[in-house]
C-alpha cells in the first residue's frame, strides 16, 4: 500500500472481492497508516456484506463501490445502508479527488427495466442523496447465457436509454 502511494502516487487503494480477507485487510492498512498512509481505502465488493463486518470496518473504508445488481435481497439493502450511514457526504480533497463516498454500481440487464426501477427507487428514496450512480450497460451474455432465454441477448440501446433516463429524471447522481 505504502509503495503504491509513494511510488506510483495512486488515488487509492482499491481492494477488490475482499471480504474474506477482513482480519488481514485490517491488520495491513493498520501497519500501513503507523508507517503514513493517507490515502483512501475502497472496498470494491457485492451489495452482500452483512452488516455486521460493516461495522467493523466502519472507519477504516473510505469509499464503499458496492455491485446492486438487483432489488430483491434484503440483505443488499441493509448493506447498503450502513455503507451510506458510514460515508455519508461527499469529501474531496484539494484536487477534487474523492477520498469518501458511496458509489453503487448497477447493471442493467437485457428485460430487466422494472427490476432496474425498482433499484433506483430504493437508492433515491432510503440512501443520502450524496450518493452516486454508475448505471452500467455492458452486460454480455457468455458461457451458457444462450440457454436462457431472458439473458440470451445483450441490453439494447433502447432499454439502457429508459432506464438512463428514468435515473436522471429523480435526480440521481450519475457518474
Not at 490515502?39 to 463501490?65: F, H, Q, R, W
Not at 440501446?157 to 436522471?168: C, G, R
Request: charge should be negative; proline fraction near 5%.
Amino acid at each position: 500500500m505504502l509503495f503504491l502511494q509513494d511510488h506510483y502516487q495512486c488515488h487509492n487503494i482499491n481492494l477488490v472481492t475482499p471480504t474474506h480477507f477482513v482480519p488481514n485487510i485490517l491488520d495491513a492498512i493498520y501497519i500501513a497508516a503507523r508507517n503514513g498512509l493517507k490515502i483512501p481505502i475502497v472496498y470494491n465488493c457485492a451489495a452482500y456484506e452483512s452488516v455486521e463486518t460493516l461495522k467493523i470496518l466502519d472507519g477504516i473504508i473510505d469509499i464503499y463501490m458496492p455491485d446492486f445488481k438487483y432489488n430483491s435481497p434484503e440483505r443488499a439493502k441493509l448493506a447498503l445502508k450502513e455503507m451510506d450511514l458510514q460515508v455519508v457526504g461527499i469529501k474531496l480533497d484539494e484536487r477534487g479527488i474523492a477520498y469518501r463516498r458511496l458509489l453503487i454500481r448497477h447493471l442493467v440487464l437485457p428485460g430487466g427495466l422494472e427490476d432496474t426501477k425498482k433499484v433506483l427507487d430504493f437508492i433515491k428514496e432510503e440512501l443520502s442523496p450524496d450518493c452516486l450512480l454508475n448505471l452500467m450497460d455492458q452486460y454480455y451474455p457468455a458461457h451458457k447465457a444462450h440457454e436462457y432465454e431472458e439473458i440470451s441477448r445483450r441490453l439494447d440501446y433502447k432499454e439502457y436509454q429508459e432506464a438512463y433516463n428514468y435515473a436522471k429524471k429523480m435526480g440521481l447522481r450519475l457518474v
